[in-house]
C-alpha cells in the first residue's frame, strides 16, 4: 500500500506570497490532519479534514486555510507568508481521524519564506 | 488547553543499554496512546500505539501505560546507534492527537 505523499517538498518564498501544499492520504484513509513543525514549539495541529469537511481547527490565523477533495486528498494554503511561518508542514492520514485511530505521516514539505 | 509533557533531553544511553523515555499528559480520559520516532529532516514513524493499561512488546521495543497515573513510558533494549532520533509521544484529546515536543535520544557507541 502506497504510504502518504506531499508536494512539493521543498518551496522558497517570499514575505507577503501565498503558498498551496498537498497532501494524498493512504488509500481508504479519510482522514487528513495538517500540521506544522518548528524547532522551538514541536508539532503543531493546524486542521483536519474528514469527509471533505473540516472537523477540527488548531489556534492559528485566518491566514491558514485548507480543503479536502471527494477523493479524498487535501490541501492546505497560506496566504500573506510572514518569516515566521517557515517550517516543515506534514500532514497525516488515518481512517477514522478524530484522535481515535494511528496517523501517518508523509515526508512533509519544507517551506522556507524569504 | 491538553498537554503532553516531555523531557526534552538530550538523553544519552550506551549501545546495548536499555533506554526508558517517559510521558505525561493532562487528559484524564484519553485513550489512545502512540510513540512515534523522527530522524533529523524526516518526518515521523510509529513505533507503537497503546490503548489499555499495562505494557506491550514489538520486538526490542515495549510500551507501557498506566492511565490513573496519566504516564506512558518507552523502553528500547539493545539499543543501537540507529536509535538515535527524537521520540514523540502522542496522546488523543480533544478530537484530535496532541504530540509532546519529544525527547532526544543519542546512543553512545
Known amino acids: 500500500k502506497a504510504g502518504v505523499t506531499q508536494t512539493p517538498r521543498y518551496l522558497i518564498k517570499t514575505r507577503g506570497q501565498q503558498v498551496t501544499l498537498s497532501c494524498s492520504p493512504i488509500?481508504?484513509?479519510?482522514?487528513v490532519s495538517w500540521y506544522q513543525q518548528t524547532p522551538g514549539q514541536g508539532l503543531q495541529f493546524l486542521f483536519e479534514?474528514?469527509?471533505?469537511?473540516?472537523?477540527n481547527k488548531g489556534n492559528f490565523p485566518g491566514r491558514f486555510s485548507g480543503r479536502q477533495f471527494s477523493n479524498s486528498r487535501s490541501e492546505m494554503n497560506v496566504s500573506t507568508l510572514e518569516l515566521g511561518d517557515s517550517a516543515l508542514y506534514l500532514c497525516?492520514?488515518?481512517?477514522?481521524?478524530?484522535?481515535?485511530?494511528?496517523?501517518?505521516f508523509g515526508p512533509g514539505t519544507r517551506l522556507t519564506v524569504l | 488547553q491538553k498537554e503532553v509533557e516531555q523531557n526534552s533531553g538530550p538523553l544519552s544511553v550506551p549501545e546495548g543499554a536499555i533506554a526508558s523515555l517517559n510521558c505525561t499528559y493532562s487528559?484524564?480520559?484519553?485513550?489512545?496512546f502512540f510513540w512515534y520516532r523522527q530522524y533529523s529532516g524526516k518526518s515521523p514513524e510509529l513505533i507503537m500505539s497503546?490503548?489499555?493499561?499495562g505494557d506491550k512488546e514489538d520486538g526490542r521495543f515495549t510500551a507501557q501505560l498506566n492511565k490513573a497515573s496519566q504516564y506512558v513510558s518507552l523502553l528500547i533494549r539493545d539499543s543501537q546507534p540507529s536509535d538515535s532520533a527524537t521520540y514523540l509521544c502522542?496522546?488523543?484529546?480533544?478530537?484530535?492527537?496532541?504530540f509532546g515536543k519529544g525527547t532526544r535520544l543519542h546512543i553512545l557507541p
Open positions: 497525516a492520514s488515518s481512517f477514522a481521524g478524530g484522535g481515535t485511530d494511528t496517523q501517518y
Open positions: 488509500s481508504g484513509h479519510r482522514s
Open positions: 479534514y474528514f469527509s471533505e469537511t473540516q472537523r
Open positions: 487528559d484524564r480520559v484519553s485513550q489512545s
Open positions: 497503546i490503548y489499555s493499561n
Open positions: 502522542a496522546v488523543n484529546g480533544d478530537d484530535k492527537i496532541i
